[in-house]
């Protein structure tokens, strides 16, 4: 099993602030990743596919990067509506999917 | 509008079963690769399971192997699980997520909790 870890934990920042999320993988998995945003009491949406290419109707400000083993979700400018957890997923063993445990973006 | 509405969540006790349902609208189901995910109460995403588009090929986490089952019918639109033997571990929101042959979850249904419980 791919393992996928996130970090930080948890990140406090303010609106408008930059936003930088980790995840890093157990073994390489290429550029088949995800990023999804969870907001309390929803579903969670994909924002980020195959590493750097955003989802249908994602805002400019989300930016996803890396191969291999390491990764990094960025927002560029935090907007009320951003704080939420953030989730990676990988798809490179597609028999046995895996998620990170998550970051949850709070306001500061 | 696609859509993708779980039911048949609920409490039930250790031991027993209960088969999840999920009916889509909106998409060509019969194309689309589905999946469960699960997320036990305020923790992380973890996927369950998987289903091909014509249902000729699945997979699932070693956890439920052997007690879960997904299952699939393209003329209803809908997607089952049938999880037998639940455990305490087995409590959680279960989401269905359609799949358009990537193995990304781009649409996700609401969630059904289920709760094992004595």
């Known amino acids: 099993e791919i393992v996928l870890t996130q970090s930080p934990a948890t990140l406090s920042l303010s609106p408008g602030e930059r936003a930088t999320l980790s995840c890093r993988a157990s073994q390489s998995v290429s550029s088949s990743l995800a990023w999804y945003q969870q907001k309390p009491g929803q579903a969670p949406r994909l924002l980020i596919y195959?590493?750097?290419n955003r989802a249908t109707g994602i805002p400019a400000r989300f930016s996803g990067s890396g191969s291999g083993t390491d990764f990094t979700l960025t927002i560029s400018s935090l907007e009320s509506e951003d704080f939420a957890v953030y989730y990676c997923?990988?798809?490179?063993?597609?028999?046995?999917?895996?998620f990170g445990q998550g970051t949850r973006l709070e306001i500061k | 509008q696609l859509q993708l509405v779980e039911s048949g969540g609920g409490v039930v006790q250790p031991g027993r079963s209960l088969r999840l349902s999920c009916a889509a609208s909106?998409?060509?189901?019969?194309?689309?690769?589905m999946h469960w995910v699960r997320q036990a109460p305020g923790k992380g995403l973890e996927w369950v399971t998987f289903i091909s588009y014509d249902g000729s090929s699945q997979s699932y986490t070693d956890s439920v192997k052997g007690r879960f089952t997904i299952s699939r019918d393209n003329s209803k639109n809908t997607l089952f699980l049938q999880m037998n033997s639940l455990t305490a571990e087995d409590t959680a929101i279960y989401y269905c997520?359609?799949?358009?042959?990537?193995?990304?979850?781009?649409?996700w249904g609401q969630g059904t909790l289920v709760t094992v419980s004595s």
């Open positions: 997520a359609r799949d358009r042959g990537t193995k990304y979850f781009d649409n």
């Open positions: 909106g998409l060509t189901f019969s194309k689309s690769g």
């Open positions: 195959d590493a750097s």
């Open positions: 997923q990988q798809r490179s063993n597609w028999l046995s999917l895996t």
